[in-house]
């Protein structure tokens, strides 16, 4: 879907790494939660308290999910997903244009 309709959004960006990764959180009308941002090159590592489906939109990322030994690389168009309460990392060769979905109370 490339269009969010019917939604609210919060005004105050969410701003992380000294702002080389930035988000805005949108609210749909269902009550799921998403994330509109951008991420700047370089090397990062977060923190999920609720399971995540990433989608990236533009870009290139190289993913190091939760419990495994090899990156893989995510190019726009693609997905991946994050199990609720853990931690990955992601490398940005270039900017790159996400939409995370927060999907709660659900494992992988």
Known sequence: MSKLNNVSV????????????????VL????????????????YEFATDD????ELLAGKLKVLLPNSMEWITINAGQTFEIPAHSKFKIIAEEVSDYCCSYLKNQSI
Do not use: C
């Open 28 to 43: 749909l009308e269902d009550g799921e939660k998403k994330t509109l941002g951008i991420i700047l090159p370089g090397q």
């Open 51 to 54: 399971k995540e489906h990433m």
């Open 10 to 25: 919060v005004k105050k960006a969410n701003v992380y790494f000294d702002g080389k990764v930035t988000s805005r959180t």
